[in-house]
């Protein structure tokens, strides 16, 4: 059985048909061609296939298309704005915040929902507000950099 379900993609209105219990992730890469989100641990575990459902930072692993309907899904794809990069995204650029660059997108998302709600966290919130997201290359200074120098922008 396979379900068509409709959903805000990055501004943009899409409908997909799949069976429902197939993840956001799957559907994201294999059925509309948005490959940031990456497939890692598939378990919740990673990060690495995060975006913003309706503003929250979830991993779309874990998160059947069948509960996407009506829904607004935010990718890395869906950060810029009139061609410009989104701060977060210059920022993880500028300090060299990638490596492999696999689990990039996944903290720029989680980033960016930390962000929305919380435009000057602390230190410790910004490292909260990325624990659920694992990078391989050990590249978390500089992650941590990269953040830090949009909060700063948004003035502290
Ligand atoms: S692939 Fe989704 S959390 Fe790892
Ligand atoms: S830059 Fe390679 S996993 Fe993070």
Do not use: H, W
Not at 50 to 73: A, P, R
Not at 98 to 106: D, W
Not at 136 to 143: D, F, S, T
């Amino acid at each position: 059985m396979e379900v068509t379900v409709s959903f805000n993609l990055n501004g943009k209105k899409v409908s997909v048909t799949a069976p429902p219990a197939k993840s956001l992730l799957r559907v994201l890469r294999e059925d509309l061609g948005i490959t940031s989100v990456k497939p890692g641990c598939e378990a919740g575990e990673c990060g690495a296939c995060s975006v913003l459902l309706d503003g929250q930072v979830v991993t779309s692993c874990l998160v059947m298309i069948s509960q996407v309907e009506g829904k607004n899904v935010l990718t890395v794809e869906g950060l810029q704005k009139d061609g410009e990069l989104d701060p977060l995204q210059k920022a993880f650029i500028e300090e060299g915040a990638t490596q492999c660059g696999y689990c990039t997108p996944g903290f720029i998302i989680a980033a960016k929902g930390l962000l929305n709600e919380n435009p000057n966290p602390t230190d410790e919130e910004i490292l909260e507000g990325v624990s659920g997201n694992i990078c391989r290359c050990g590249a978390y200074p500089r992650i941590f950099n990269a953040i830090k120098k949009v909060v700063k922008k948004n003035g502290v």
